[in-house]
């Protein structure tokens, strides 16, 4: 097992497009570290130059306590676990896993003492003999990861390996990486465009767009304290809501009307040195209520508005109400371009909030509604910095901590 430290890693492509761009990660050893991103912000790119599939253009890897720029990738004892499909379907889940050894020219006896016990802590035993084509998905996906178990890899890595599966196959599959990821305790990097992947599996997440790291945080962190625009857009489904947002002191006033923020929000956006301008607010859909179902323990910490619904989805547990509003230019342009680094496609001048099942709302009505105005974040359009931004508790942001590169 090793630790992983990725100091300034850069990797320009022949045309000089820096596919990475001054990334900086440590993972710790046994960490289940996940990187993710839309398409194309350069997480595979990253993960090849872990395993060595990829010159390094700057920056040093180091992988346990060595420099392994120049190392070839049989050298870095990694495994690079490939989707179920990279199965061989004529060779038994038993040659399936020896392969690696079989390839390195293992003796028989060694192969057998690995074998099984790679496939005692898989619980495959009683598979050992079947073909791949027999098995289920979450079985062929175990194969794939005995074959890097039986290789002792320090670390295992994962590009995308759920992405050609059903829903329903990749809910059991992310369970049973989970699972086996603590059960071995190896280090893991894990790709993923993914959203509900990265919170899920990982210990910590990496977000890149572009190349760049954004925010390196726990998923509790990222979900409540995201660094900038892109990383709160990107975290949580359905995603954050945009509003635009003037604010006064610890007024700040929304297409809906005026709620509170906390006096510590406040003061994080003063420190910033906003002065005047419109802002952009953050608030995620379950931060709001039917105002007729808030406890009223609850209820002094938020606001209340009223609002005219457009759409309601129930769904017997929750609803999903829809909201259209008004924007100004300046917000839009800059929500249009959040769209388009998200690779997304929703609609951004509509709130999505998500109540109570119980809620009694109907479409067209004029409706009470409630939002927690403890949890508002607000965010600079210009720079997409989160202007109140809990730095204590939001992992690491690069663009805030660390010093300009060179
Ligand atoms: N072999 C290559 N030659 C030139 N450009 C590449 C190559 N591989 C990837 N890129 C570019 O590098 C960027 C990052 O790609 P990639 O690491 O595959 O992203 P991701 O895995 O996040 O989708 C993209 O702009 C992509 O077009
Ligand atoms: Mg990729």
Redesign the pocket.
């Known amino acids: 097992m090793a630790a992983i430290s990725m100091r300034n890693i850069v990797k320009k492509?022949?045309?000089g497009?820096p596919?990475?761009n001054d990334v900086s990660i440590d993972v710790a050893d046994g960490e289940f570290m996940i990187l993710v991103?839309?398409?194309?912000?350069?997480?595979?790119?990253?993960l090849r130059m872990i395993v060595g599939l990829e010159d390094i253009t700057s920056g040093d890897m180091i992988i346990g306590d060595r420099r392994v720029n120049d190392l070839a990738p049989r050298d870095r004892n990694l495994a690079m676990v490939f989707q179920n499909y990279a199965l061989y379907p004529h060779l038994t889940v038993y040659e399936n896993i020896a392969f690696p050894l079989r390839l390195a020219g293992v003796d028989n006896a060694t192969v057998d003492q690995k074998v099984r016990a790679a496939s005692k802590t898989l619980e495959l035993d009683e598979h050992l003999q079947r073909k791949p084509g027999n098995l289920s998905g979450g079985q062929r996906q175990r194969v794939a990861m005995g074959r890097a178990i039986v290789r002792d890899a320090d670390v295992f890595l994962f590009?995308e390996p759920l992405s050609n599966l059903d829903a329903k196959l990749r809910g059991q599959m992310r369970t049973e990486i989970a699972r086996l990821q603590k059960r071995l305790g190896i280090t893991t990097v894990y790709?993923t465009?993914d959203q509900t992947e990265a919170m899920t599996l990982g210990h910590r997440v990496a977000v890149?767009k572009r190349?760049v790291l954004q925010q390196l945080a726990t998923p509790r962190e990222l979900y409540e304290q995201p660094g900038n625009l892109f990383v709160a857009g990107f975290i949580g489904s359905p995603p954050m809501n945009f509003l635009p947002a003037t604010v006064d002191g610890d007024q700040v006033q929304l297409p809906f009307g005026t709620v509170k923020i906390p006096s510590e929000r406040a003061r994080l956006l003063a420190d910033s040195g906003h002065r005047e301008g419109v802002l952009i607010a953050g608030i995620r859909p379950e931060y709001f209520e039917d105002a007729s179902l808030v406890e009223p323990a609850k209820y002094g910490s938020g606001s209340t508005f009223d609002a005219k619904v457009d759409v309601v989805e129930w769904l017997g547990n929750e609803t999903y109400a829809y909201i259209p509003f008004e924007a100004p230019p300046e917000v839009t342009e800059q929500l249009e371009q959040l769209e388009r680094d998200l690779d997304g496609d929703s609609m951004r001048t509509q709130l999505v909030i998500n109540l109570d099942g119980a809620s009694k709302v109907e479409e067209g009505d004029q409706a009470k509604i409630w939002v927690d105005s403890r949890k508002i974040h607000l965010f600079d359009p210009a720079t997409g910095r989160n202007l109140t931004l809990d730095a204590a508790h939001a992992g690491r942001v690069p663009s805030l901590t660390d010093a300009p590169s060179a």
């Open positions: 492509y022949g045309d497009f596919a990475v991103g839309p398409s194309g912000c350069g997480k595979s790119t990253l590009d790709v465009h890149l190349g």
